[in-house]
């Protein structure tokens, strides 16, 4: 069965930085894409960040210019580091993968990807 591991959530205060790992284990075969959503307690999941094995990344207008999604292809392994962070950046971080490289779902979108890992929870104080 595969799995979806994140870890590197924590608190930080304004203008910090974290630095979040997503781990796929047990898969047969690799993911073709890999993202980044968060949510809040009563709203829905936002996409934050997506990449696709190539190497093509996009990112929420709402992150853009302060957080990196990458892969390590060969750990399946997805990383969302996040610099200069604010309040508004508190939830609870989730990885989300797919084998599919194409798909009718628009990236950033939660129909787009099949698997989903617990969640890390980031807490950005003022």
């Known amino acids: 069965q595969v799995q979806l591991v994140e870890s590197g959530g924590g608190s930080v205060q304004t203008g910090g930085s974290l630095t979040l790992s997503c781990a796929a284990s047990?898969?047969?075969?690799?993911?073709?894409?890999m993202a980044w959503f968060r949510q809040v307690p009563g709203k829905e999941r936002e996409g934050v960040a997506h990449?696709?094995?190539?190497?093509?990344?996009y990112y929420a207008d709402s992150v853009r210019g302060r957080f990196t999604i990458s892969l390590d292809i060969a750990k399946n392994t997805a990383y969302l580091q996040m610099n200069n962070l604010i309040p508004e950046d508190t939830a609870m971080y989730y990885c989300?993968?797919?084998?599919?490289?194409?798909?009718?779902?628009?990236?950033?979108?939660?129909?787009?990807?099949?698997?989903w890992g617990q969640g890390t929870q980031v807490t950005v104080s003022s």
């Open positions: 990449i696709y094995t190539d190497g093509g990344a």
């Open positions: 047990g898969a047969t075969a690799r993911y073709r894409v």
């Open positions: 989300a993968a797919d084998q599919d490289g194409n798909s009718m779902f628009s990236i950033l979108t939660v129909p787009r990807y099949k698997d």
